[in-house]
């Protein structure tokens, strides 16, 4: 996170004010499909520039600074396992974190291939991703996937507090 989301993490502002929306771990190829099919909603729901981080929020709690990115080149990072990789950091449990300019929702992913991650020995290299922000973003995100992930809904105030590694 930036100082700006981890001050509305902590009073429950938006994009943290209602809910999150959790991908259970997906192997590499199932996990690219997912991502691609949530970036394909969030990309009609805000079109505009993106901002990407790197969010250390699950490992220590550092925060860092957005930079700017774009729809393009977030989906020339999913075209494969290795541009995925790539576009994210081998860091234990950093998310790449992406979100619009207006901050309404916060999109994030976390790539690895330490089988130790994620308590998935023997799997393949694989992720987990969480979408944060209005309901309505959430259940077409949801629709979209469909059965591709098992996802879980939870309070964003409570996931991010029980996820916090600071």
């Known amino acids: 996170m930036d100082g700006i989301f981890d001050e509305r993490w902590r009073v ?31 990309e009609r729901d ?10 250390w929020h699950e490992h ?15 989906r ?4 494969s396992d290795e541009t995925l990789f790539a576009y994210a950091t081998d860091d234990t449990f950093v998310r790449v974190g992406i979100f619009p300019d207006d901050r309404v929702w916060y999109f994030r992913f ?4 330490d089988p130790d ?28 996937i469909a059965g591709a992930a098992v996802l879980l809904r939870s309070s964003s105030t409570d996931f991010f507090r029980s996820a916090w590694g600071g």
């Open 46 to 55: 805000r079109p505009g520039p993106l901002w990407k981080l790197f969010d």
């Open 76 to 79: 020339a990072a999913l075209a």
């Open 110 to 113: 976390c790539v690895t291939s």
């Open 60 to 74: 220590d709690g550092y925060r860092t600074s957005p930079a700017r990115t774009s729809w393009a080149e977030l």
């Open 117 to 144: 991650d994620f308590d998935r020995k023997g799997q393949l290299p694989g992720g987990v991703f969480d979408l944060s922000g209005p309901a309505r973003a959430l259940d077409d995100v949801e629709r979209e």
């Open 12 to 42: 429950g502002a938006p994009p943290f004010s209602g809910q999150t929306l959790e991908a259970e771990y997906l192997p590499g190829p199932r996990l690219r499909m997912a991502l691609a099919a949530a970036v394909r909603v969030l």
